[in-house]
């Protein structure tokens, strides 16, 4: 394996070497440089350097197998916010509930299925930038890497909060949470520090481990305390439908809690970039799609069926003070090393494109190593600073989830299909399933960009109106 790998990365390194070769501190003398043909020893030795070295550091970063890229994908896919959609089965009823879990699921494996199949067809494409470029040429690899940065950083913000708020709530300690929101930035930053993937997947099986433990504590302790109540679980208001009175902005946030849960193409790109043997990826999609259908139906309709209508979200909040302060340590891994790994995909995003003809770009140099760290670091205090700076923060996250999720998840892959993958007419007898699928895709992907970014800003307004809006900065004196 490690022989196939390395002859691969030697390939890969002779296609950037033109690159590397035109850098400004190759070929420069007085008067013009060398005749045609001719290359100085000094020169030449640097060159075979230059490629060993690149060459080494390729074969570092094409490690993952399937088994490792299912790992990432959790670690990237499943967090705290799974703890949220009991709150949504509450809004939508337990009907409805399963229904969008399931469906929904289902639908965003067939989409990362699609990814997985331009990745494959264009292995170029580094990152979801770069399939961007393929659908809308320059124009299009500027917009979907904007989006791909904003929305990863968001993602690093919220997870900065939450563990703010985690700490705050373990400890109860006399301390400003700015104090904590601090702690949580540099634990997010130091996991951050490996930039391959392949390291981030031995973290993964802790973060896994973490999230369904603080999953199985909170559906027992809901469970025993609903069997405790008085008439017992018989005595839980939970209903099959949905909740009274229930408004349209209220219906489609608790939808996009769910649609935002399955959002693991946006970084899968990045991810099968580093795989040795990049078409395995089917395996990943289907283990994480299935565990994740498996994991977000089981706790949104269990917790539901356990608390009630008044579930809190994240829902371990339900489970009473002690419990509560238990599934939120058990929880810290999870917090911290899903949010990290955020920080590593927009980093290695930037730091690649900056660096994309320079052999810094595999970070294995002291000057790489330096402007990794530099990078990592401001991407972690912008994040720090959006997340607790902006007192409707988790709103102003669901907004940018409904403008960019949408997007990476169905109807930027339905795109794909139509532009880079099909062959022949949409309508011929062999694409015709496909077409209508790919559609479905496509409307589902525009519904959530409109209606979840109109929910979203109506749910803003009513804050400001209610005067429920406020900063984060508080101290517990």
Request: with cysteine; charged share 10%.
């Amino acid at each position: 394996m490690a022989d196939r790998t390395t002859s691969s990365a030697l390939a890969a390194t002779e296609k950037s070497s033109a690159g590397l070769a035109a850098h400004p501190s190759f070929g420069n003398v007085p008067g013009g440089g060398l005749l045609a043909g001719e290359s100085s020893e000094s020169e030449e030795r640097s060159t075979d350097m230059e490629k060993q070295k690149a060459a080494q550091a390729d074969a570092h970063f094409h490690r993952l197998g399937w088994k490792r890229l299912t790992v990432v994908l959790i670690v990237e896919a499943i967090a705290l916010g799974s703890l949220s959609l009991p709150a949504a089965f509450a809004t939508l009823g337990m009907v409805a509930g399963v229904i969008c879990c399931v469906g929904l699921g289902l639908v965003a494996i067939y989409t990362s299925h699609i990814v997985g199949q331009v990745k494959i067809k264009y292995p170029d494409v580094a990152h979801y930038a770069d399939a961007g470029r393929l659908l809308m040429g320059r124009f299009g690899y500027e917009l979907v890497g904007a989006m791909f940065v904003l929305q990863l950083t968001f993602l690093v913000g919220s997870h900065c909060l939450t563990g703010t708020i985690a700490l705050n709530n373990i400890t109860e300690h006399a301390t400003c949470s700015v104090v904590f929101g601090v702690v949580s930035a540099i634990i997010l930053l130091a996991l951050a520090v490996p930039p391959s993937f392949a390291e981030v997947a031995i973290l993964g099986y802790i973060d896994f481990v973490s999230i369904v433990l603080a999953i199985g504590i909170t559906i027992i302790a809901t469970g025993v305390t609903a069997g405790r109540s008085e008439g017992g679980m018989a005595a839980v208001n939970w209903s099959a439908w949905p909740k009274e009175n229930l408004s349209f902005a209220d219906a489609f946030i608790a939808i996009t809690n769910i649609v935002f849960a399955y959002s693991f193409s946006m970084c899968q790109f990045s991810f099968m970039d580093e795989m040795h043997t990049p078409k395995d990826y089917v395996k990943s999609i289907w283990a994480l799609g299935i565990i994740e259908i498996c994991i977000y139906t089981l706790t949104g309709a269990l917790v539901f069926a356990f608390v009630g209508a008044d579930v809190q979200s994240p829902s371990l909040l339900s489970a009473g003070s002690v419990v509560s302060k238990i599934a939120f340590g058990v929880a810290l891994p999870v917090i911290f090393i899903s949010g990290s790994i955020n920080t590593t995909v927009v980093g290695r995003y930037l730091h690649g494109r900056y660096y994309k003809d320079s052999v810094l770009r595999f970070i294995n140099t002291p000057k790489g190593w330096a402007t990794w760290l530099t990078l990592i670091s401001g991407i972690t205090l912008i994040a720090f600073i959006i997340a607790e700076v902006i007192p409707f923060f988790s709103d102003l996250l669901a907004i940018s989830s409904s403008l960019f999720i949408s997007g990476f998840t169905f109807y930027l892959p339905a795109m794909m299909w139509f532009k880079l993958l099909r062959k022949g007419s949409w309508y011929a007898r062999e694409n015709i399933v496909k077409s209508l699928v790919n559609g479905l895709c496509f409307l589902i992907g525009i519904a959530v960009l409109v209606c979840g970014t109109y929910s979203s800003i109506v749910d803003i307004i009513a804050q400001f109106d209610h005067g429920t809006v406020r900063g984060v900065f508080t101290c517990h004196l």
